[in-house]
Antibody
């Protein structure tokens, strides 16, 4: 059974940092691209970042570029998101999601339950 | 950058009724890269349809997707209690970035 379990969220002051983690199991982690998607309270979904299976290709939403860093450790079956220079508008539940390859793109076929990041003074 | 618009914002229906949800793209997109997700309160999203019309694993056949170009539709033929949720369309772009629509909430009439 595919499982994705996020951790690392919490309350942080504006300008602060956190490192989010996603532990994967039930599939060959090193075969899949992975993503982070966030959802502000009461709002819709916003894609944040993606990383290819071997970390060669990394992409970010414009809203987080230069502040967030995605990475992975295939030996540990883990995905990470380093979030720096946090702003109030970064407050959200952060989901990790597996990318299901289709055509030359992908879809998000498995999601974790999310970890809440709250940015407030 | 592709912008996705979903309508209506809220759809109020009764059990057994047919739900028709619309997703419109700001420019023509390949149906290969259009997907639909369902999200219930307090839960993560779940992939329903990819490639505009292919159901994901385990998705009941009352869910169907269609469309091309700029106009796509998710149809639920006969609402079940577990179908009352928010539905998002999603596009995977040539820039390797993903866009979600704002969502349509399906609730009890």
């Amino acid at each position: 059974e595919v499982q994705l379990v996020e951790s690392g969220g919490g309350l942080v002051k504006p300008g602060g940092s956190l490192r989010l983690s996603c532990a994967a199991s039930g599939f060959t982690f090193s075969d899949y691209s992975m993503n982070w998607v966030r959802q502000a309270p009461g709002k819709g979904l916003e894609w944040v970042s993606s990383i290819s299976s071997g970390s060669s290709y990394i992409y970010y939403a414009d809203s987080v570029k230069g502040r967030f860093t995605i990475s992975r450790d295939n030996a540990k079956n883990s995905l990470y998101l380093q979030v720096d220079s946090l702003r109030a508008e970064d407050t959200a539940v952060y989901y990790c999601a597996r990318a299901f390859p289709y055509g030359s793109g992908w879809y998000l076929d498995y999601w974790g339950q999310g970890t809440l990041v709250t940015v407030s003074s | 950058e592709i912008v996705l618009t979903q309508s209506p914002g809220t759809l109020s229906l009764s059990l057994g009724e047919r739900a028709t949800l619309s997703c419109r793209a700001s420019q023509s997109v390949s149906s290969t890269y259009l997907a639909w997700y369902q999200q219930k309160p307090g839960q993560a999203p779940r992939l329903l349809v990819y490639g505009a019309s292919s159901r994901a694993t385990g998705i009941p056949d009352r869910f169907s997707g269609s469309g091309s170009g700029t106009d796509f539709t998710l149809t639920i033929s006969g609402l079940e209690p577990e179908d009352f949720a928010v539905y998002y369309c999603q596009h995977y772009g040539s820039s390797r970035r993903v866009t979600f629509g704002p969502g349509t909430k399906v609730d009890f009439k």
